[in-house]
């Protein structure tokens, strides 16, 4: 008999519960309300600096969408997050803490202080300023902060070996496609090979000029990244005003109109250890570039009106 008075007062309590609420069903926690819609591993704990990979959309109480990872991310990215302690009472962390690997909860939090505490911005216009955004979250995965510093470690070690190789094997590359193509001429004092193909008859390019050149830019196993016929007409840029990669500022100087030339250059005056787009870290260059004609200096809009 004591048993079954136990129980109905227990149910009692969550039903005045539950009515007290401003949000029933939901647990208020620092100003905030939060509720566990499925359960996932209760056995496991999420911590501060753990990597945690979430499904979530974000709501207005009156169901507007704010955010939803499957539209708003690019296509299979998941949405990852790493949990600090909270901000303030109440946050986003306060309530991603309480949940477990594999939960899906919903939780409220109040918009003045999201944008107040957190963000530290203006409230956008849209919102109710008094209102909660509601946050629907699973858990899907959870690496832990030494898991993570582990795959850290190991990436970082992964791309220090491949940036050694792409170093030292810039001048295996270099050598091969000079044996391959049996060039003979000496570099310059940078390293900057120039063989001439097409003497031009008109007047040399100086620092200064505004060169317009045809060109066709390959690595060394003849792969083409760019070529000005790719772009329906030539390139027109300053000489030797660091507008173009090294290289092409010292060849240019070399060339007379009409000039045409194959070049090739060691990584350190094109793109270096950091390559750009399809050009790998440490990747010598070759390129055939054509002087089409030198053009007017261009002017900025201050100069032309003097």
Known sequence: MKKTILITTAALFSLVACKSSKHPGYEEISGSYFKVDKKGDESKTLNKGDVVFMSHTMTTEKDSLLFNYKTMLRPGQPYAMRLDLPKYKGDMFEMILKMHPGDSASFMLRIDSMFQRYYHQPIPKFLDSTGFIVYHVRIDSVYSSQKVDEIEKKQKAAQAAFMEKAKTSEDSLMKKY??????????????????????????????????????????????????????????????????????????????????????????????????????PPYSPLVFEIEVVKINPPQQNPAQAQK
């Open 178 to 279: 000079l044996a391959d193509n049996k060039i003979t001429e000496k570099p310059t004092a940078t390293g900057l090979y120039i063989i001439i193909k097409q003497k031009g008859k008109g007047e040399k390019v100086k620092k200064g000029d505004n060169a317009e050149v045809n060109y066709k830019g390959m690595l060394t196993n003849g792969q083409v990244f760019d070529a000005s016929e790719k772009h329906d007409k030539a390139f027109s840029f300053p000489v030797g005003m660091q507008q173009v990669i090294p290289a092409w500022d010292e060849a240019l100087q070399t060339m007379t109109v009409g000039t045409k030339a194959l070049i090739i250059s060691p990584s350190a005056l094109a793109y270096g250890p950091n390559g750009s787009g399809p050009i």
